[in-house]
């Protein structure tokens, strides 16, 4: 028998192509739903008036007295000295960049973009974070409104989050449901008596859901036994530095070695936090 490919195979070249495969990840979401971004590189202070009130003010007649009124303000401070960044570095030698099979510097530099962006948007939509050194999360926001909900979401419930919302004054039009996959596959499976799902798709989006005319951000960065209906525009993520990647070819040239720095810092408010409706499932988290 003659020796081929088929009964000799460990002699061959490994056909090796030059694609990395990338995993499947998430989308980042939260700064794609639409916050107010602000580039900073310090500490900032958002000056913010008081809530309107006409209750106090009355009605003055002729040649009468004008009453005096004091105008009240408050402010949200983001982005203190203390607050930290997301930092990596990557090594890697010489000879291993000559002799990869794709751009090493490239597919390097790509995955830790991806992981530094996976690591914000987790924060973005968490329930942790101090606002002193990491960032608070949507559900860490302070004075925000909140609603007990059941531990399956029921449409009375999403409904009652918006007569939150009305309530306060929120411009409805902006609104967005944030919420797990495993949450909205099951109100998704919700039927009419008749039999036919409630929830429709956007029909003038491909992929999108609305809810009692909001558009739907599923993220399973959501935290279990939680979910939220939002209004982003009134939600703020100072910006000091967005994912940026530095080359370092001196640093390690002792080794013959090269790296890759990626450095990213972020801190997130809310401009008005009753534009925030929190949901808390009974057995949630």
């Known amino acids: 028998m003659s020796n081929s490919t088929n009964n000799t195979a460990e002699l061959t070249a490994e056909q090796v192509q030059n694609v990395l495969v990338q995993p499947l990840q998430a989308a980042s979401l939260f700064l794609a739903a639409g916050p ?12 913010k ?13 002729e040649s009468e007295l004008i009453p005096e009124r004091d105008a009240e303000f408050d402010e949200i401070q983001l982005m203190p000295s203390t607050m930290k960044s997301v930092k990596v570095i990557t090594r890697y030698s010489n000879e291993l960049a000559r002799q990869s099979v794709i751009a090493l510097d490239s597919a390097i530099k790509d995955k830790l973009v991806g992981d530094v962006a996976a690591k914000l948007d987790a924060q973005f939509f968490g329930a942790s974070g101090d606002g002193i050194t990491t960032p608070r999360g949507l559900f860490a926001l302070k004075d925000t409104q909140s609603l007990a909900a059941p531990s399956a979401l029921d449409y009375d419930t999403l409904i009652d989050a918006w007569g939150l919302a009305l309530a306060a004054n929120v411009n409805t039009q902006g609104l967005k449901w944030v919420m797990s996959s495993a949450d909205f596959v099951a109100l998704r499976k919700i039927k009419d008596a008749g039999g036919n799902y409630i929830l429709q798709p956007d029909v003038t989006a491909a992929g999108q ?8 951000v599923i993220s399973n960065r959501v935290p279990t036994g939680k979910a939220a209906l939002v209004d982003f525009s009134q939600v703020v993520v100072a910006q000091d ?27 997130v408010g809310a401009l008005n936090p009753e534009a925030v409706v929190v949901l808390d499932k009974e057995d949630g988290a």
């Open 209 to 216: 859901f609305v809810l009692f005319g909001s558009p739907v």
């Open 49 to 61: 008036a008081a809530k309107y009130d006409g209750s106090a003010l009355g009605f003055t007649g």
């Open 36 to 47: 107010t971004v602000i580039n900073t590189a310090g500490p900032i202070r958002l000056p």
């Open 241 to 267: 530095l967005a994912p940026s990647v530095t080359i370092l070819k001196e640093r390690y040239a002792d080794t013959d070695e090269q790296a890759i720095r990626v450095v990213s810092r972020y801190d």
